[in-house]
Structures are given as structure tokens and as C-alpha cells.
């Protein structure tokens, strides 16, 4: 069943997509919104205690992006589970991450445009993405050997960091992560660039590629490993 206290900008944008998409609605015991999809079909899960009309636009601009079929963390993650090294450090969480923030960047402006207010576009949504403790608590290496989940915890920092719409303060985060790795931090704010750029409406896959843009980026990895023993 429809929320019904949806608003008129998201019932626009439910109509809109139901041109493209079968998207249905289920309630269930959770505190927050969550969009499970497949194909073309979407399946929006709320809680109708607590839904407010701007979560579900949050989900429905996740199957908005479905439009533009692009692949950033799953093509990542596929070809990457070969590699001896990189499957240690980019597992499907960490790759599920990197899409979510290439989602949500794209997403927000949109969501602004609905008309709604920068707070409401995730919980907690103007808090810091990353702590300075958690930032100056990684380890990269023990013993000049790299520590697999803690190039992890590192890449997932910095692309919040990166992704954040909100005016947070992060020059110290990137002034310790730089220092941790500085062709690392190189590697993945370059790769954040090039997102910021990717224009998700006009893919190519000859001068606008989804695909190239990610293969890039698993070559930078794979050159950065490759002196390096990994556990």
C-alpha cells in the first residue's frame, strides 16, 4: 500500500517512474526506508508509524538512477574477486558503499530540486561521515606488511568524506589520510573526480563510460598492490 501522506513532488516523481518501473510498497518493522530491486521491478519497505514523505523520495531516486543503467561498486567488485590481492580489500561491503555514495551524490541535487532540505536527505544526514578517531586509529601496515581491512576502512573513509553534501569541516581528515598514503589518497580522490564530472544521463560507452571509469580505477589498485604484500 501507498504512505499516504506523500507529497505532491514525490507522488509526481512515483508516477513518473511507474512509466519504466513496477514499484510496489511493503510495510515492515523498521526505523528507517529501504528499496529492494531487480530488474525493473521495485519493492520501497516502510514503516507507517514513522515514513515521512521524504525518505520515500529517497528511495525512488534510487530507482531513478536505474534509468541510466550504469555499474560503479558491483563491476568493482566482480572484477576484482580473481585478484589475490584486491578481493581482501574491496569485498562487496566496501563495494556496496563506494555505489551508495556515487548514488547519493547524484541524487541529492535532485532531491534539493524536489524542494526538500539538505537535513532530511539521510539520518544524521549534516553529521561528520567520518571521525577524526577513526581516521587517525588506521593502520595501514604492521611490520611494513599492508593490513587488508584497514586499506578497507580507509577507502570507505575517504569516499564518505568525498561524498558528504554537507558543509563538514575535513581538512584535518584529509591532511592525516594524505599522510597515511599519499598515492592511496591520490587514487581514490581521483577516481572521486572524475564521478563528480561522470555525467550519468549521456553514457558512452566510447567518450562516456561507466565501465572504463571503474576499470581505471581497478588499475590504479592493482599498481598500487603491487609491491605490496597484503594480509
Same mark, same amino acid.
Given at each position: 500500500?501507498?504512505?499516504?501522506?506523500?507529497?505532491?513532488?514525490?507522488?509526481?516523481?512515483?508516477?513518473?517512474?511507474?512509466?519504466?518501473?513496477?514499484?510496489?510498497?511493503?510495510?515492515?518493522?523498521?526505523?528507517?526506508?529501504?528499496?529492494?530491486?531487480?530488474?525493473?521491478?521495485?519493492?520501497?519497505?516502510?514503516?507507517?508509524?514513522?515514513?515521512?514523505?521524504?525518505? &520515500?523520495?529517497?528511495?525512488?531516486?534510487?530507482?531513478?538512477?536505474?534509468?541510466?543503467?550504469?555499474?560503479? *561498486?558491483?563491476?568493482? +567488485?566482480?572484477?576484482?574477486?580473481?585478484?589475490?590481492?584486491?578481493?581482501?580489500?574491496?569485498?562487496?561491503?566496501?563495494?556496496?558503499?563506494?555505489?551508495?555514495?556515487?548514488?547519493?551524490?547524484?541524487?541529492?541535487?535532485?532531491? &534539493?530540486?524536489? *524542494?526538500?532540505?539538505?537535513?532530511?536527505?539521510?539520518?544524521?544526514?549534516?553529521?561528520?561521515?567520518?571521525?577524526?578517531?577513526?581516521?587517525? *586509529? &588506521?593502520?595501514?601496515?604492521?611490520?611494513?606488511?599492508?593490513?587488508?581491512?584497514?586499506?578497507?576502512?580507509?577507502?570507505?573513509?575517504?569516499?564518505?568524506?568525498?561524498?558528504? %553534501?554537507?558543509?563538514?569541516?575535513?581538512?584535518?581528515? %584529509?591532511?592525516?589520510?594524505?599522510?597515511?598514503?599519499?598515492?592511496?589518497?591520490?587514487?581514490?580522490?581521483? +577516481?572521486?573526480?572524475?564521478?563528480?564530472?561522470?555525467?550519468?544521463?549521456?553514457?558512452?560507452?566510447?567518450?562516456?563510460?561507466?565501465?572504463?571509469?571503474?576499470?581505471?580505477?581497478?588499475?590504479?589498485?592493482?599498481?598500487?598492490?603491487?609491491?605490496?604484500?597484503?594480509?
Amino acid at each position: 500500500m501507498t504512505p499516504l501522506n506523500l507529497d505532491t513532488a514525490t507522488l509526481t516523481l512515483l508516477e513518473d517512474l511507474r512509466n519504466d518501473f513496477t514499484i510496489s510498497f511493503e510495510t515492515k518493522n523498521i526505523d528507517y526506508c529501504e528499496v529492494f530491486q531487480k530488474s525493473k521491478t521495485a519493492i520501497i519497505y516502510y514503516n507507517p508509524k514513522i515514513v515521512n514523505t521524504e525518505s &520515500i523520495a529517497h528511495e525512488l531516486l534510487h530507482i531513478w538512477l536505474n534509468r541510466y543503467n550504469y555499474s560503479i *561498486g558491483n563491476h568493482l +567488485f566482480l572484477c576484482t574477486q580473481s585478484d589475490k590481492k584486491l578481493s581482501k580489500i574491496l569485498n562487496k561491503f566496501l563495494c556496496d558503499h563506494i555505489t551508495n555514495c556515487c548514488d547519493h551524490f547524484k541524487m541529492y541535487p535532485k532531491f &534539493i530540486e524536489m *524542494g526538500y532540505s539538505s537535513s532530511n536527505f539521510l539520518t544524521n544526514s549534516l553529521a561528520p561521515k567520518a571521525s577524526l578517531k577513526d581516521v587517525k *586509529g &588506521i593502520k595501514l601496515k604492521l611490520l611494513g606488511l599492508y593490513n587488508s581491512n584497514s586499506v578497507n576502512l580507509y577507502i570507505g573513509c575517504l569516499i564518505s568524506i568525498l561524498a558528504d %553534501h554537507a558543509e563538514n569541516d575535513y581538512t584535518e581528515h %584529509h591532511a592525516i589520510l594524505k599522510t597515511k598514503d599519499e598515492e592511496l589518497y591520490s587514487i581514490v580522490t581521483q +577516481f572521486w573526480t572524475k564521478w563528480v564530472g561522470f555525467d550519468i544521463e549521456n553514457i558512452d560507452p566510447i567518450f562516456n563510460s561507466d565501465l572504463e571509469l571503474t576499470d581505471n580505477l581497478i588499475e590504479e589498485f592493482t599498481k598500487w598492490g603491487e609491491s605490496k604484500t597484503i594480509f
